[in-house]
Nanobody
Framework: QLQLVESGGNLVQSGGSLRLSCAASGSTLGYYAVGWFRQAPGKEREGLSCISSSGGSTHYVDSVKGRFTISRDNAKNAVYLQMNSLKPEDTAVYYC??????????????????WGKGTLVTVSS
């Protein structure tokens, strides 16, 4: 059974960068489209970006477009989220999750099959 574990969250200053990783075990993540999500305190979880199984198709929501880049390395069974120009409003717990299909993905971020437990990103002003 597929399991996902996020890592890379940290405290960073406004304008800084972080790279989040989503590592899979128990199955082949490369079969599936994968999305990154976040949930800020007191807010609903929101989808941010997703990537098809091959990596050939990606989607970004407007709030992160141009600042975040999603990528994947199927040989390493992992998906990444490079986050640049971070803002205090990016502070949240970040999650990865997969769909039960290869893609393409977006703009709807529903129907996820497996979720990780999240990694905390805190951006100070």
């Amino acid at each position: 059974q597929l399991q996902l574990v996020e890592s890379g969250g940290n405290l960073v200053q406004s304008g800084g960068s972080l790279r989040l990783s989503c590592a899979a075990s128990g199955s082949t993540l490369g079969y599936y489209a994968v999305g990154w999500f976040r949930q800020a305190p007191g807010k609903e979880r929101e989808g941010l970006s997703c990537i098809s199984s091959s990596g050939g198709s990606t989607h970004y929501v407007d709030s992160v477009k141009g600042r975040f880049t999603i990528s994947r390395d199927n040989a390493k069974n992992a998906v990444y989220l490079q986050m640049n120009s971070l803002k205090p409003e990016d502070t949240a717990v970040y999650y990865c999750a997969n769909w039960a299909y290869a893609g393409p993905c977006g703009p709807d971020y529903y129907g996820m099959a497996t979720w990780g437990k999240g990694t905390l990103v805190t951006v100070s002003s």
